[in-house]
């Protein structure tokens, strides 16, 4: 007899639903229309969570950050909050430099 062990995820934004079938510690992400379509996670079916879009709050003077497709303001964080606590996704900045030729 083979058993084979799914994990039901859905956003609480947009309503999408999927199926995984990874047994291991895992979190699914996917494009959110009602995030501006960030990659944003998802939770698991059943769990009571909410996840918002953080923008960024201090200046940032020529980094190279994630800015929101629509808005064109940047973004710092998506964060998921639980009954149980909170986690995020960050958007750091990206490192540029310049080279003596």
């Excluded at 039901?8 to 995984?20: L, M, Y």
């Excluded at 990659?39 to 009571?48: E, H, K, L, N, T």
């Excluded at 800015?67 to 064109?72: A, I, M, Q, T």
Aim: hydrophobic residues 30%.
């Amino acid at each position: 007899m083979n058993i084979t062990t799914y994990t039901e995820w859905h956003c609480p934004n947009c309503g999408k639903r999927d199926r995984t079938q990874n047994t291991g510690p895992h979190i699914r992400y996917h494009t959110c229309p009602k995030l501006r379509y960030l990659s944003a996670p998802m939770v698991r079916a059943g769990a009571r969570a909410k996840v918002e879009l953080r923008e960024r709050e201090d200046y940032v003077n020529g980094e190279k950050v994630q800015l929101d497709p629509e808005r064109k303001r940047p973004v710092m964080s998506i964060v998921t909050t639980r009954d149980n606590g909170q986690d995020c996704v960050v958007f750091a900045p990206s490192a540029t430099g310049k080279g003596a030729a």
